[in-house]
Every structure is written in C-alpha cells, then in structure tokens.
C-alpha cells in the first residue's frame, strides 16, 4: 500500500542517521564474514579442495548444502534464545562458534570430514541472520525498515565483491605454515569472526535506552515510536494481546508459510549462484578456450554483485520513498527466474557474466524488501519464532540448491544447464506467490492468522503480533 508522504523531525532524522552509520555498519560487518565463512567453499571447490579431497560435483553439492541442515535444526531454537538473552550476547555467541568451526575446515581430509565441518558450522551460525533481522527491527520503526535492512543487506553482494578477489589472492598463497592454497583461505577466513565476534559482545546494545552514542531525546523517540507500533499493531488486529505464543500458533499461519516458500525461491536462486558460479567461471577454459588466472577469476566472480549492489540500493530506496508494492518482489523474481538459464546459452564468457549479473541484481533488489514483511506483522517472541521460521525455509532450499545442481549436473554429463532452469522454476514460483499474496490483501481476505506475545523483560519493544488482513504502515505488499 502507498505511504503517504511526512516531514521527519530533526529528532527523528539524527537518530535514523546515527543509527545507519553506528550500528549498520557493525551488523552488516558481521553478515559480510557470515557469508563469506558459509560461501568459502564455493572458491576453495575449483581451486585444489575438490581435487585433494576427490569429491565428485554431487559430494561437493552436498557437502555445500548440508551445513543448511545443521542451521535448520536450530534455527527456530537459536531465536527464540536470543530473545531471552538478548541479542547482544547471543550474535556475539554464534560468531564466536561459527569462527571456531571454521578453523577447523583448514585441516579436512576427505569428503566425510567436510561434511561434518559443513554440519557443525551450520549448527554454529544456526540464527545468526534471522536473529540480525529481528535486532535491527527492534531497533528502527516500521517506516525506515526498508533503507536499513537495504544497508544491511548490502553486505552480502559486497561479500563477492570484495571477498572474491581477496579469496583469488589468498588461494594462491600455497606453501603458508605447510598449507595448500585453499586451507589457507579457510584460515584466514575464520579469525575475523572470533574477534569480530568478541568485540560484539561489547559494541552492541539490546536497545535504543542502552545507546550512548543516542541523545536522551533520540533515545525517548525511538522508544516512544516503537512502543507506538506495538500498541497500534495490538489495536487493529481485533484487540488482540495475547500471551505466551508457542511456536505451533506461528506455524500454523498461512501468511508466515506464503513467505516462506516465496523466501524458499529466492535463496534457491541465491545460493546456487554462490556455490557453482566459481566452478562454471572455472569450466569457460572448457567451453571457451580461454585461460583466467586465480585473482581473475576472482575478479570476474565479483563482477555479477557489483551492479547487484547498486540495484540493491536504489530498488530500496523506492520502495521507501513510494510505499512496498507487490512488483518489488515479484518483477525481480520473474526477471531472476529468466535470466539464470538463459545465461548458460551466451556464446562468450562476457555474455555468460552479462546475463548473470542480470539474475543477481534480481536477486539482491528482491531480498531487503522482502524482510520488510514479517517483522510489520510479527513482533515480540512470535517474530523470534516466525522470521526464523521464514528463513528455516530459506534454509532449506540452500541445502536442496548446491545438491540438486551438482546431482543434476553429474546426471547431466557435467552441463550446467538442466539444473539451472531448475533454478529459473523455483523463482517463477516466488514471483506468482508473491502475486498471491498482493491480489489476496487488496481482496481484503480474512485469515486466521493472529498470534501475539510479549517479549519478557525490559528488552520488549512490541508484542508478538501477527495478521495477515490489517493494513499496515509503509512496508506492506499491495
């Protein structure tokens, strides 16, 4: 729905600004090494890891997608978690994990030793980008959602960007402490997050009322507005305050589930691009006859994210200034959903590149808009639950991605392109259930999906509020 257009006050405009510049930078920081971390393996498969450790491209897909399972297992846990201890401690936790993994992956010696490392980080990181969502929504009201989830989200094209090239270079560092190039990779990207990690447990803040760096003014707004949203989201939604939601309340609401298998499509799209798009830049020597060393195939697989990042940005900021509206989600869904294929039948390693850089800037505009959705209708513990949830999907499709496109294309005599149109299927699907869901709300459809709770203790800034037919602020699909 549209939002009409309001003066902020200079209130409101330096506690958004400090915000962005104090503590997005911070979270999004963390995500960077969160996706670099789960996407090394990517960059170490064509590299030598493959070959050492003799994995077929399915044991690789595997191997790339089981760390999904361990995440899914505790995702929903690890949420509810950090809402009883606060966010602070509990991202702080999961870095520190995660890294500690990861170190370990320096010295894997066979396919069953990956795996269990892939199981163990996932386990690890297990809540860590649901729980950065839900923190930075109980930070920001509803209507700066948008441009602050789109400088968060930044950190994930910026991931290949800059983590590509800086992998190329690290992987060529053979002979370092008696390592292969690729151990030395999993080394260097496993100490950032145990300190990053350290320094988190000091840096954040579980709310606005805790942050010195805000004045007492912009500390009383923030508060104020958020405790504003959460008395107005219990008030339109039949009056409803609940108590204690459980997490079978939550997943029994069908606006959740919509959302999460639109999100399933998505990550289905984004991580086959992450796992397998080093390994088809490897094969262009193959189908091309052409030769790149390993800081410039870095360098080409930084290429797609960097007008992803840029289309990231402005696609955000429109749907800020203009209000959600459906084709937000569901244009970039169609035009990822086309592209991926079609780049396998490009004639040249620029074309091939051209056109996937077309499926990640679709990828990427969709992905901060779409976490605008749940945390403007799920707050409080039902959001720990229902955002995690969300992502338990997304989740999901991460494992089922890299398996189903290495098992395919091993079916498939080494092509890559049966699996990718598999790819294309699944953002369709997102695209038309995004269509759904914008045609099923202007219809006004009544659901039975209201659920709402508390967050226990002065951590609380809303209740666990949900439902799938009230109008809401800026953010809503239309």
Known sequence: MDTPARTH??????????????????????????????????????????????????????ASGVFFIGYILLEVPSNLALARVGARRWLARIMVSWGLVAFF??????????????????????????????????????????????????????????????????LQNHGVFGLEGWRFMFLCTAIPAIIVGAVAWFYLKDRPSLAKWLTADEQQWLENELEAEKVGTETSEAGIGGHGVGLGRVMKSGRVWMLAFIYFGFIYGLYALAFFLPTIIDGFQTQFGTTFGLFEKGLITAIPYVPAAIVLWFWSQNATKNGLKTWHI???????????????????????????????????????????????????????????LINTMGNLAGFLAPYITGAVTDASGGSYKPAMFIVGFFMIVSAVLTLLLGQRRRRGVPTSDTVAAPLPGRAQTGSAHFSASTPTAQGSVS
């Open 330 to 388: 569901a244009i970039p869904a169609v035009v990822g959903g086309i592209s991926i294929p079609v780049a396998l039948y490009m004639q040249s390693p620029a074309a091939t590149i051209a056109v996937i850089a077309v499926t990640a800037m679709a990828i990427f505009a969709a992905l901060p808009n779409f976490w605008t959705l749940p945390t403007q209708f799920l707050t409080g513990t039902a959001a720990a639950a229902g955002v995690a």
């Open 105 to 170: 992956f320096t010295f894997a010696q066979n396919f069953w030793q990956l795996t269990g490392l892939r199981f163990l980080l996932g386990v690890a990181e297990a809540g860590f980008f649901p729980g950065a969502i839900l923190f930075l929504s109980l930070w920001v009201p509803a209507r700066h959602r948008s441009k602050i989830l789109a400088l968060f989200y930044l950190a994930q094209p910026l991931t290949s960007v800059i983590g590509a090239p800086l992998a190329g270079l690290l």
């Open 9 to 62: 006050s200079p209130v409101e405009r330096s506690a958004i600004r400090k915000i962005s510049i104090r503590l997005v930078p911070f979270v999004a920081l963390m995500f960077f090494i969160n996706y670099l971390d789960r996407t090394a393996i990517g960059f170490a498969a064509p590299n030598g890891m493959e070959s050492d450790l003799g994995l077929t491209a399915a044991q690789y897909g595997f």
